[in-house]
């Protein structure tokens, strides 16, 4: 972004980016992007309803004109922005900065496209539903420089492992349009109970989404549900417990736990879809988190368009069970 010549300053506080009337270029990677989504992320810390006044009231200006909320911005427009009063407490998440800091060790690979992060099992991707902040949120307490940064798909809470982050509005697109297409390869690891079958390699079976009254998740086969689809391989039989590979080949909620469940073989330490006795056997050998974890991630990269994979190690408690466990 090219901010022109700004106007005199109109606020005491000199160092707000706000405090002055500011031109700013549109860059062609925030083409089409909404005037309103613009200016919440331009203007942090200033509410939503002062962002909305500012616009109904004209003080926005797009080419010198009046542009309603919904306005999509082209690569090249003058934007003039306001001088509005920010907030004097910085939108920063309520955990300890040493947990924001422990994020830089999780951090798989970074360029000026994209983040790939081995999320821990546990924490959130984003916040909400009575959590002050997630994965996203610490990222960019992480790193305050990035302009833009957004989550191109999600995991569980308690899933672990390769999660993508993107920096440009043009690499989430990008990459948003490989989901769409199926072009990128998503690869888990599940502990689930008994032998899975020799020959069994894929679980086809609709999935319909159950919200209760507290607001939880639940997923179950329906032939109400939406077509799902997760293929299987083997990776280790154990006495009591197989090691699987899922790939999924439609992204539904919660679906490879799902599918794990209908097929006979819950994942292991599952809270929703788990086996009590199965997850007492796990419990006893050290294992007290979900055993799923999103092992690799294969997709082309939004700037090179090469084919790039990324590999998640497993943490301490999964690294743990799979040397524990008595292999067949």
């Excluded at 305050?144 to 995991?155: D, G, I, N, S, T």
Aim: charged letters at 25%.
């Amino acid at each position: 972004m090219k901010s022109a010549d700004a106007l005199p300053v109109t606020s005491p506080d000199k160092n707000s980016p706000t405090s002055q009337v500011q031109f700013v270029e549109v860059e062609p990677d925030l083409d089409g992007q909404r005037i309103d989504n613009f200016l919440r992320t331009f203007l942090k810390g200033v509410p939503k309803s002062l962002i909305y006044r500012i616009l109904r009231k004209g003080e926005v200006r797009v080419n010198k004109k009046r542009v309603k909320p919904e306005y999509k911005l082209v690569a090249g427009d003058l934007i003039r922005v306001p001088p509005v009063r920010v907030s004097e407490t910085p939108e920063l998440p309520s955990p300890k900065l040493e947990k924001i800091a422990s994020l830089e060790q999780h951090i798989l690979f970074e360029d000026s496209h994209i983040i790939v992060f081995n999320k821990p099992s546990g924490l959130a991707v984003h916040g909400g539903s009575g959590l002050s902040f997630g994965l996203i949120e610490g990222l960019r307490a992480l790193r305050p420089e990035a302009k833009f940064m957004e989550l191109v798909h999600r995991l569980d809470r308690d899933t672990s492992g390769c999660i993508l982050v993107a920096k440009k509005r043009s690499a989430l697109r990008h990459m948003h349009e490989q989901l769409r297409n199926s072009q990128m390869d998503k690869r888990y690891h599940a502990l689930v109970a008994g032998q899975w079958p020799q020959n069994r390699f894929k679980v086809k079976a609709p999935l319909q989404k159950n919200i209760l009254q507290s607001g939880e998740r639940l997923v179950s086969v329906s032939e109400q549900g939406k077509p799902s689809e997760t293929r299987y391989r083997i990776l280790q039989s154990f006495d009591n417990a197989t090691l699987v590979e899922a790939s999924p080949i439609t992204g539904r909620t919660h679906q490879i736990r799902v599918h794990c469940l209908h097929a006979g073989h819950p994942i292991a330490c599952d809270d929703k879809y788990g086996d009590a006795e199965f997850d007492k056997q796990m419990k006893r050998i050290g294992l007290n988190r979900l055993f799923l974890h999103a092992s690799s991630l294969r997709l082309m990269h939004p700037k090179t368009e090469e084919s790039v994979t990324f590999n998640a190690p497993y943490d301490e408690q999964l690294t743990q069970a799979v040397n524990t466990l008595k292999k067949v």
